[in-house]
Nanobody
């Protein structure tokens, strides 16, 4: 019914930048919050940043001032611009969206498959 497709992960040097993109497609009526989470082996998935449909944002303390989340509602797309990357940003990054679908009008959380971000010299 709904797919979230991420792109833009890869390898960056410390201090470098990467841009992640995620587009939702399918039987979508409306998308509420969209966000990015990350997970490293052996640890719980953690929130990186979230943006409401109105453009309000919230960031993890560890990324404030370095990462910027934005979205294009017309394209059902959320972007995470990551600057001043650190080795501790290395993780699998997952896109998340809170979506109402048709024809059921059911509202659920949807996840992408994840994209690897590695920060290393």
């Amino acid at each position: 019914q709904v797919q979230l497709v991420e792109s833009g992960g890869g390898l960056a040097q410390p201090g470098g930048s990467l841009r992640l993109s995620c587009t939702a497609s399918g039987r979508i009526i409306n998308i509420y919050d969209m966000g990015w989470y990350r997970q490293v082996p052996g640890k719980q998935r953690e929130l990186v940043a979230v943006i409401t449909s109105g453009g309000n944002t919230n960031y993890a303390d560890s990324v404030k001032g370095r990462f910027t989340i934005s979205r294009d509602n017309a394209k059902n797309t959320v972007i995470l611009q990551m600057n001043s990357l650190k080795p501790e940003d290395t993780a699998v990054y997952y896109c998340n969206a809170d979506i109402i679908v048709r024809p059921t009008l059911r509202r659920d959380d949807y996840w992408g498959l994840g994209t690897q971000v590695t920060v290393s010299s």
